[in-house]
């Protein structure tokens, strides 16, 4: 079991340019939720997704973020014209289902750290 | 709001020793409450779990502590090990059975041989 992976594991870009983050659950796990990272700051919850739907996005920032977890491949987390608040490491999590015992259980990726100049 | 906070940044002990790392929360009706270790560079990896039934739960050298009463809970490490050194964080979800996690800032632990 290869557990969640993400890539890529580092991401540079400019201003103005898109990013584009990939996740892979755990095999099984059909509930995929992303996280941002600021350095010496605690996780912050962006959204929550399911195959083909999204949950739950209110910590999505309205504008130039977006997320999907298309029925095949991975979830996609984009952010178009970053700025340098951007920069970030962004973890992807996956559970086997969103309610109930066991669902509690997070297991989160390695992160893609996001750098933009 | 709800939060959950820690109360030192930074731990710092000798190997061998205990830590105890701590936490408080604020929302009263918090019933769940899960502790991750993150170490640098990688993600933050589930260590226990504690439900509000409970005021205690033992896993291995690792014992989790919850008081309702002044809304705290702690995280014990026994024999503390140089590969323990991590920023702890502990989180609560937003709502019971939901993975919309609240995390704490963290506390970093430096374990010195």
């Known amino acids: 079991n290869a557990g969640v992976m993400q890539n890529p594991r580092h991401l540079v870009r400019r201003r103005g340019q898109e990013a584009r983050l990939r996740c892979s659950p755990m095999?099984?796990?059909?509930?995929v939720y992303w996280y941002r990272q600021l350095p010496e700051e605690g996780l912050k919850f962006m959204v929550y997704l399911q195959k083909e739907n999204i949950i739950d996005e209110s910590g999505m920032p309205k504008e130039r973020f977006s997320a999907e977890f298309p029925k095949e491949g991975p979830s996609i987390l984009r952010i178009q014209q970053v700025v340098r608040g951007d920069s970030a490491a962004y973890f992807c999590a996956s559970s086997q289902s969103g309610q109930g015992a066991g669902a509690n259980v997070l297991t989160f990726g390695a992160g893609s750290r996001l750098t933009v100049l | 709001g709800e939060s959950v906070g820690l109360h030192l940044p930074t731990l710092s002990v000798q190997e061998g020793d205990n830590s105890i790392i701590n936490c408080a929360y604020s929302?009263?009706?918090?019933?769940?409450f899960i502790w991750y270790k993150q170490e640098s560079g990688k993600g933050p990896q589930f260590i226990i779990d504690?439900?509000?039934?409970?005021d205690k739960r033992q896993g291995q050298r690792v014992t989790v502590l919850l008081n309702k009463t002044v809304k705290h809970l702690s995280l014990q490490i026994a024999a503390t090990q140089p590969g323990d050194s991590a920023v702890y964080f502990c989180?609560?979800?937003?709502?019971?059975?939901?993975?919309?996690?609240?995390f704490g800032t963290g506390t970093r632990l430096l374990v010195s041989p």
């Open positions: 095999k099984g796990h059909s509930h």
């Open positions: 504690i439900r509000s039934n409970m």
């Open positions: 989180a609560e979800p937003q709502r019971t059975g939901f993975q919309k996690l609240v």
């Open positions: 929302n009263s009706a918090s019933d769940y």
